[in-house]
């Protein structure tokens, strides 16, 4: 089974439907079949604090992420910060956040190269492991 990693982006519009891209993550959702999904603890802090203002933001972000079996990876390790502080670093000018920073390091440790994500600049820019090119799921 294919992995597909999961950005802030398309998390908050699939569930917030006054976005300009839900219909066009849920769309690309339904179409999503043997994939996993896979994010990150700073993904989804970050998802919790946009869908704050949102009706019900909170628990659907909760239950999305229970029924779809999202996979959510530790970042909070000292490792994880680790490397995440180094890949801020090196695209500073980029510039990349500690979320995209996780996505990149966990690309890095499971050579999961999918992402559903808004930000085609910053992901058409990183690299993981040495020079590996990530696949940017809503152009497909």
């Avoid at 398309?10 to 976005?19: G, I, K, N, Q």
């Avoid at 390790?77 to 502080?85: M, N, P, W, Y």
Wanted: glycine share 4%.
């Amino acid at each position: 089974m294919s992995a597909c990693l999961l950005d802030t982006g398309p998390l908050v519009a699939l569930l917030d439907r006054s976005e300009p891209d839900h219909d066009r993550v849920q769309s690309f959702m339904a179409r999503l079949r043997g994939s996993r999904l896979v994010t990150t603890g700073a993904v989804v802090t970050e998802a919790f604090y946009f869908l704050s203002d949102v009706r019900d933001g909170s628990a659907s972000l909760a239950s999305f992420l229970a029924d779809s079996a999202t996979e959510v990876r530790d970042v909070f390790t000292a490792e994880a910060l680790g490397a995440a502080v180094r890949l801020m670093s090196k695209y500073a000018n980029v510039p990349m956040d500690f979320p995209d920073a996780t996505l990149v390091w966990i690309a890095d440790l499971s050579g999961t190269d999918t992402i559903l994500t808004f930000d085609r600049r910053g992901f058409s820019s990183f690299r993981f492991a040495k020079s590996r090119r990530f696949k940017l799921a809503l152009d497909v």
